[in-house]
């Protein structure tokens, strides 16, 4: 059956190679037919006498954005994860990747050959930047259109499919990132269907989503419910839900935790739902029966600040206010930093403070990410401004932290090619106003515009695909040693996974700047300064990333730029 919701319509009809099928109007503007079209079948929808578009829910649009749907039927897959079970999120490491910079051939298909690395590496879940239909070839993912297709570069939906059943037959669970806070520039024909759009509030992207209209609602529930159900995904990464506007009684995103715990219930296997909000509210994690609305999680950027400031010393924008490893400490004991607190870059109080009842992993933390480092003028990684120290510190302070621990691509080795913000807008005069856009926003800090990449060169997307050759060689294996060893440390160490609050504590010495880290009877001790540092403890050392750092009975010797983990005696 064929439904369509355009309320703005006086005639729908479906349009294939053979005929105009007519839609029959039913109630509260939406069209139906009982025409079932056959798999592979090309369509596109007749809105009154206008140009065809796409079908607001296509699931496959092998000419891109503009072009015909093509009908592509989910359940047709033979899947072969039937004994996967799934993974709770507490005690996991996620792993972020971008398909299209991942691998050189950036598909899918080319990604299943890689997933053994990170199996390897000891990560639970593959986290997928957007993969929904954009216009273009390539493109981060978040100027999606269409968001039940799969982008045809990267393989389209067979090739997710093929995708999900691998990385399951790996034991990896996969989230995938999707937005319901805005649409793309290009491509976004939904107006003219409905009211999906409304103008009375606006965000970052443009117009809001129109969350008062309950089709609207339904096209995002729904979507969910296809990634989780019919591609047998275990978690949703929700973009930026600070810019979903919903004065609704019920809040979208209690409704999306409420249906994904019902269909949780149904297939029998776990299903997360993690938000990315700049809010610092406790509200998205809390039980619903607490007055929350029951995500799985939320990424806590105040962590990431504290740990990015404390190795790097970049203490410029947003990092100002984390410039005392007292940050640092409040972060890593109490999650937020900014609980209520005054924020210099926004200019008023910020966030709330987190029962600590609250259990550590409900929080996703990370030294760098897909944002962090893409927002960044030139796309730079933590390789291209710290020693190999520095990177070490980085890594256990991300590992070995209270919290549930993300790595982004290529991190665990220290990539040195850059994650810059590409597109490729076929529209020239977007590509232009993008471009400029781009180099104007960083020429008013100051940047030189002939050092911000163009993002629609085409080699600003080339140099953001990682160098996999780099990961076996020099310093870069040494870094991706560690990174197995911390995983395996919070495998074996229960203290490294405890998810209580109250098991933390943090000691430090802006001075000297050596900081402590108290996980119940784990201790972990780092030396962000250039000088030598010796601090009274005993125990036996579990990790240390230099050969220079020792314990002796009464204390700890920590060199330059280096960090240990050890048990208390």
């Known amino acids: 059956m064929i439904e369509i919701w355009a309320p703005l319509a006086t005639r729908v009809a479906i349009r294939t190679a053979e005929a105009d099928i007519p839609l029959t109007h039913a109630a509260e503007g939406l069209w139906t037919s009982d025409v079932i079209l056959p798999v592979g079948a090309d369509y596109s929808i007749i809105l009154d006498d206008a140009d065809p578009v796409p079908d607001p829910r ?54 299943i050959a890689r997933l053994d690395h990170l199996v390897d590496l000891g990560i639970c879940f593959v986290e997928l930047l957007p993969v929904n239909g954009f216009n273009g070839t390539h493109n981060w993912g978040y100027d999606g259109v269409l968001w039940y297709t799969v982008h045809e570069g990267y393989g389209g939906p067979a090739a997710y499919q093929r995708f999900v059943d691998a990385a399951h037959s790996r034991g990896l669970a996969v989230i995938q990132d999707v937005v319901y806070n805005h649409l793309g520039p290009s491509g976004n024909y939904l107006p003219r269907f409905g009211p999906y759009l409304t103008d009375e509030s606006a965000n970052t992207w443009g117009s809001s989503v129109n969350l008062t209209e309950p089709a609207v609602r339904r096209h995002i529930l729904d979507n969910a419910a296809l990634w989780l159900r019919d591609y047998h995904v275990d978690g949703l990464r929700l973009d930026a839900v600070h810019a979903l506007v919903d004065t609704s009684p019920k809040h979208i995103l209690q409704e999306l935790s409420e249906e994904t715990d019902a269909l949780s219930a149904f297939i029998g296997r776990p299903l997360t739902l993690i938000a990315e909000s700049d809010l610092n509210d406790p509200k998205l994690i809390l039980p619903r029966e607490a007055g929350g609305y029951g995500l799985t999680a939320q990424w806590s950027d105040d962590y990431h600040h504290s740990v990015h400031v404390a190795v790097t010393g970049e203490t410029a924008g947003y990092y100002a206010d984390f410039a005392s490893l007292g940050a640092l400490a409040k972060s890593a004991t109490q999650g937020f930093f900014h609980d209520g607190t005054y924020s210099s ?31 960044r003028a030139t796309g730079d990684r933590l390789t291209a401004s710290v ?69 629609q060169e085409p080699e600003t997307f080339q140099r953001s695909k990682l160098d996999w050759r780099e990961s076996s060689s020099g310093h870069h294996a040494s870094l991706l040693e560690l990174y197995r060893e911390l995983a395996r440390l919070r495998r074996e160490v229960p203290e490294l996974t405890d998810p209580r609050f109250s098991r933390l ?22 030396n962000f300064g250039l000088e030598v540092v010796t601090l009274p403890i005993t125990g036996n050392m579990l990790l240390s990333t230099s050969t220079e750092s020792w314990l002796s009975d009464s204390e700890a010797t920590l060199a330059a730029h280096s960090a240990v983990i050890l048990r208390r005696h």
């Open 387 to 455: 020693n190999y120290g520095q990177l070490a510190i980085a890594a256990v302070f991300t590992l070995a932290s209270p919290f549930t621990p993300m790595l982004f691509m290529g991190e665990e080795w220290g990539a040195t090619t850059p994650w810059q913000f590409f597109t490729s807008h076929p529209e020239p005069e977007l590509g232009r106003a993008t471009a400029e856009g781009r180099i104007a926003e960083f020429a008013e800090l100051g940047w030189d515009p002939d050092v911000v990449p163009d993002p």
């Open 58 to 111: 296509s699931l496959r649009q092998p000419s891109g954005v503009h072009g015909p749907s093509q009908a592509f039927d989910p359940s047709a897959h033979e899947w072969a994860d039937t004994a996967w079970t799934g993974r709770q999120l507490a005690g996991s490491v996620i792993y972020e990747l971008h398909i299209g910079t991942f691998t050189p051939d950036g598909t899918l298909d080319s990604a």
């Open 505 to 526: 504590a943090a000691t430090y010495s802006d001075n000297e700047r050596w900081f402590r880290l108290d996980r119940g009877g784990i201790s972990i001790l780092a």
């Open 345 to 375: 870059f926004r200019g008023h109080p910020q966030g709330h403070p987190i029962d600590p009842a609250v259990p550590t992993w409900r929080l996703v933390t990370f030294a760098q990410n897909h944002d962090q480092i893409g927002n």
